[in-house]
């Protein structure tokens, strides 16, 4: 039998998500019942690659499960896609005698962390914390929750002031490549249409069903765009509409940023503790080269070959739903 492992790392990479402090915070308290010693590694694989390590106990993660962004800081290290910035990461790995890795993040520091456990011999087992919820391998991300919910709040506001001036307002949330905080959005605050990266849109005839809705006393509409909505964002889209129609008062709003802030809400706190002492309970069964996922409500374990190639895209009966709930 392979002896119990004694120390393993933790780190936040690529875009930062809220809950990734609650997911450290579980990882630390998880590996302390344990008695397995946590190193904290600042700024992603950065941090690993220039030794920026501290070590971390359970007084370190107090007063951490509520707070947005990531203590540990993040970075897209371009050095760790590079086979010297992985070389040297190892090194670091080594010099501490760090066994196993515990990496919060995305489809990026998935892609990392599988060439680190191809090249080297190491274990690595992956957190899904992104807001875009375009991992595959689980039903949610831990951010993408608290993105939403700031998401439709904001676009409440707008609806006040669209409501009050008869206009269209065309508002983009993130998603370079998916529609899932688009759609969320989208059903969750109401809008009239949304445009997503899977699934096109006819922007004339959506503009047609725009004015039939209009005949019926519908005098203001909220669109939402995702970031990566392949024919055009909020602005781009409010020109092409006023070009076509002059007489429309359409509007345009991204955002941006302020959907990656703030304080984690309940739902992205839980399963940011959930995936977080699994990691460790993961790491302690010997697991490596996996992400893990809730899929259903049940722990889900997908490789992180599977977690970066196959696609998870918003369900076919969501999109139609909120179609026939827009108009
Ligand atoms: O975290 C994912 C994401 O928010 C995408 O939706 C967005 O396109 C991207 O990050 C923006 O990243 P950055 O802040 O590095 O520009």
Same mark, same amino acid.
């Given at each position: 039998m392979s002896e119990k492992i004694k120390r393993i790392g933790v780190l936040t990479s690529g875009g930062?998500?809220?809950?990734?402090?609650?997911? $450290?915070?579980?990882?630390? +308290?998880?590996? %302390?019942?344990?008695?397995?010693?946590?190193?904290?590694?600042?700024? %992603?694989?950065?941090?690993?690659?220039? %030794?920026?390590?501290?070590?971390?106990?359970?007084?370190?993660?107090?007063n951490i499960i509520h707070r947005g962004g990531t203590f540990l800081k993040t970075a897209r290290s371009d050095d760790f896609r590079t086979i010297e910035g992985?070389?040297?990461?190892?090194?670091?790995?080594? *010099?501490?005698?760090i066994e196993?890795?515990?990496?919060?993040? %995305?489809?990026?520091?998935?892609?990392?962390?599988?060439?680190?456990?191809?090249?080297?011999d190491i274990k690595v087992v992956g957190i899904p914390g992104t807001i875009d919820n375009d991992i595959y391998g689980t039903d949610f991300t831990i951010g993408f929750d608290? *993105?939403?919910?700031?998401?439709?709040?904001?676009?409440?506001?707008?609806r006040d002031t669209a409501d009050s001036h008869n206009r269209l307002f065309f508002i983009e949330v993130m998603g370079r490549h998916s529609g899932y905080i688009a759609l969320h959005t989208a059903i969750g605050s109401g809008a009239s249409a949304v445009f997503i990266p899977e699934h096109d849109v006819d922007l004339g005839k959506f503009v047609e069903n725009l004015k039939k809705a209009g005949r019926r006393n519908k005098l203001f509409n909220l669109v939402?765009?995702?970031?990566?909505?392949?024919?055009?964002?909020?602005?781009?889209?409010?020109?092409?509409?006023?070009?076509?129609?002059?007489?429309?008062?359409?509007?345009?709003?991204?955002?941006?940023?302020?959907? +990656?802030?703030?304080?984690?809400?309940?739902?992205?706190? $839980?399963?940011?503790?959930?995936?977080?002492?699994?990691a460790v309970n993961a790491l302690l069964k010997n697991i490596s080269n996996h992400a893990l996922g809730l899929v259903s409500n049940e722990l889900k374990l997908t490789s992180f070959e599977d977690a970066i190639s196959l696609r998870k895209d918003p369900e076919k009966n969501m999109i139609e739903m909120a179609e026939i709930l827009s108009m």
């Open positions: 930062d998500a809220p809950g990734m402090n609650a997911a $450290v915070r579980a990882v630390v +308290r998880t590996a %302390g019942y344990h008695d397995i010693k946590v190193f904290g590694i600042n700024r %992603g694989y950065d941090g690993l690659i220039n %030794g920026d390590i501290i070590p971390l106990n359970r007084g370190n993660v107090a992985r070389k040297k990461a190892f090194e670091t790995l080594n *010099a501490y005698d196993g890795l515990v990496v919060v993040g %995305g489809n990026g520091t998935y892609t990392g962390a599988n060439l680190l456990c191809k090249e080297y608290t *993105a939403i919910n700031t998401a439709v709040e904001a676009v409440d506001k707008i939402i765009i995702a970031e990566g909505n392949k024919n055009g964002g909020a602005y781009e889209l409010s020109k092409k509409v006023k070009d076509m129609y002059p007489e429309i008062d359409a509007k345009a709003t991204i955002i941006g940023h302020l959907q +990656r802030g703030g304080s984690p809400t309940a739902n992205d706190r $839980v399963l940011a503790s959930q995936l977080g002492y699994e």
